[in-house]
Structure formats: structure tokens, C-alpha cells
């Protein structure tokens, strides 16, 4: 069964060169704040906006890849920004990501065959190929630099890596890793995260691990109705945490 998704592959989240660059200066940058909360991992893991309604959003500007196929349809800003919210709790750092979606792409997919491939009869193509999902994700640098640049967008390089919280409205979530264009892998460990749609937006809240201050990070956003998959997607620059 073949299923288009947005997966971070082999082409996976690779940004252009005329939509990234290589390393960064982070004091060119904005800096993300870290707010504060009195309330549990599990409850800021909910979303509640009793724990969250507090802290003041952080409006990240969101960038369009361009087309990286050439039966890729055009596609318009129609997410130009997501809300950043981040708290330090249980030595875990909490991200708070809000974003407008006029539909929610998110379908219930039929369940993989237990049996091992080469033992099965035969293989059956999927019946449908234009199931695209909403989908987020955070990354940041595997190790802190010494110096005053940031990894390149384009998923690290050899000697700057980077790691990838990745959170799927099917699939969930999925830790993955990269130095470098083409060389994203599935780690096949999973995170806590919590994902709800609701008049007309995305909630998702993911826990990631208590990073220190001044460690850039990047997020990035799929719109199902748009086709996005791959690299097809929204995209931010490097942001410093405070």
C-alpha cells in the first residue's frame, strides 16, 4: 500500500538554496521567549488554555517552498504564520503551536498487514493517492555550536546536525535525525504530543527536551488540502530560544 504523506525522506524537508541559507548568524535573528507555567507536563500536553492563555504568543513568519516537482500545482500563502508558545516544565520544554487551516487532513488509514512482505500472495497498490495530511515540526541542532552560526536549514550538514520533532494528524509523531540534504532518517522512537482541530485551527503541543538558551530552532507546517509532502510545505527561519 502506497500512501503519499508528508514524510520527511529522502527528499524529505530538504529546503532550496533560494529559500534557505547555508548557516546564519543567530544575532540576526529573533529571539523566541520561554514563558513560565505552574501547570504539569500533562496538563500543558492537553493544550488547556487555562495553562496556556497566559503566555503571550510569539507570531513566527512562515515561508512557501517552491515547486519541487514538475507536476507540482502552484501553491499560495494561505498560512502565513504560526503562534509559538514555549514553557520550561519537569525539565521538559513544551511548544505550543497555533496555526489557522481552513480543513482538517486527517484520515483513519487502514491497519499495515501483520505478515511478513514476501510471505503475502500478492501486493495491492492503494485504491486512493491524493491523501495528503496536516502535519508540523520543530527542529533544532543535535549539539550546541561553539561558534555564532546556525546549522543550514537544509537539515545540517556533516559536522552541524540536526534533530527533527515531527508530528503527523495521522500518523503521530516520529523523532527524526539528519546531517544534510537527502539524508533524513526515522530514528523509531515517538515523543508525547497532543493535536486537536477545532474552529478552524490547528492545536498541537509537543514535548521536546529541556534545550538551553540561545539554541536556534525552526518550525515547519503541511497543509493536507494542499498537497503538501516531502519538502512541499510551510517553513521558518531560525529562532533563538531566550
Not at 53 to 64: C, D, S
Not at 154 to 176: C, E, F, K, S
Not at 191 to 204: K, L, R, S
Request: aromatic residues 10%.
Amino acid at each position: 500500500m502506497r500512501i503519499r504523506e508528508p514524510f520527511l525522506g529522502i527528499v524529505g524537508c530538504c529546503l532550496l538554496s533560494a529559500y534557505a541559507w547555508a548557516q546564519t548568524k543567530p544575532a540576526s535573528l529573533q529571539s523566541l521567549p520561554i514563558g513560565t507555567s505552574t501547570a504539569s507536563v500533562d496538563t500543558l500536553l492537553k493544550g488547556d488554555y487555562a495553562a496556556w492563555g497566559q503566555i503571550p504568543p510569539k507570531h513566527v513568519a512562515l515561508n512557501r517552498t517552491p515547486p519541487l516537482y514538475d507536476t507540482d500545482e502552484a501553491a499560495t500563502l494561505d498560512i502565513p504564520t504560526v503562534d509559538v508558545r514555549c514553557v520550561r516544565a519537569q525539565d521538559k520544554l513544551i511548544v505550543h503551536l497555533v496555526w489557522h487551516d481552513a480543513s482538517q487532513d486527517a484520515v483513519i488509514l487502514a491497519e499495515v498487514p501483520t505478515t511478513a512482505p514476501e510471505t503475502r500472495f500478492r501486493k495491492v497498490q492503494t485504491e486512493v493517492n491524493d491523501r495528503f495530511f496536516d502535519a508540523a515540526a520543530v527542529m533544532f541542532p543535535t549539539k550546541s555550536s561553539a561558534g555564532d552560526l546556525s546549522p543550514s536549514l537544509q537539515m545540517g550538514d556533516p559536522d552541524h546536525p540536526v534533530r527533527i520533532y515531527y508530528w503527523n494528524a495521522t500518523r503521530g509523531t516520529m523523532l527524526m535525525e539528519a546531517h544534510g540534504r537527502s539524508t533524513t532518517r526515522r530514528t523509531g522512537q515517538s515523543f508525547p504530543a497532543n493535536g486537536v482541530y477545532q474552529n478552524g485551527q490547528w492545536n498541537v503541543t509537543l514535548e521536546l527536551p529541556s534545550l538551553p538558551a540561545g539554541t536556534p530552532v525552526a518550525f515547519a507546517v503541511w497543509n493536507g488540502t494542499q498537497k503538501d509532502r516531502d519538502g512541499r510545505k510551510y517553513f521558518s527561519v531560525w529562532q533563538i530560544l531566550e
